[in-house]
Nanobody
Framework: QVQLVESGGGLVQPGGSLRLSCAVS???????????IGWFRQGPGKGREFVAY???????FYADSVKGRFAISRDSARHTAFLQMNSLKAEDTAVYYC???????????????WGQGTQVTVSS
């Protein structure tokens, strides 16, 4: 059974930082370079939107709204992906989800596997 578990969310002041983690288990192959990881978010009253992905080649891509502030990475040995979020703004408040897929370069929601999400609240 494939499982993705996010952690690291919380309450942070504007301008602060958080690091989200996404632990992946249960894939047929546990090699991290066999799947791409995407991060998405869903703010209050909004639809789920793309934030960033890291491809099987470790190439990364970001939504314009987070470019230069967020960084996605992966630890192959620990089967874990990360989203480092800096210079956080109130509009970054959302539930953040990680997702895994065998295909690369996807900014759409049709990933194969999803986590349950972790809440990030940016407020003073």
């Amino acid at each position: 059974q494939v499982q993705l578990v996010e952690s690291g969310g919380g309450l942070v002041q504007p301008g602060g930082s958080l690091r989200l983690s996404c632990a992946v288990s249960g894939l047929r192959s546990l090699r991290s370079d066999d799947y791409a990881i995407g991060w998405f978010r869903q703010g209050p009253g909004k639809g789920r939107e793309f934030v960033a992905y890291i491809a099987r080649t470790n190439e990364s891509f970001y939504a314009d709204s987070v470019k230069g502030r967020f960084a996605i990475s992966r630890d192959s040995a620990r089967h874990t992906a990360f989203l480092q979020m800096n210079s956080l703004k109130a509009e970054d408040t959302a539930v953040y989800y990680c997702a895994a897929d065998r295909s690369d370069y996807k900014t759409s929601l049709d990933y194969d596997y999803w986590g349950q999400g972790t809440q990030v609240t940016v407020s003073s």
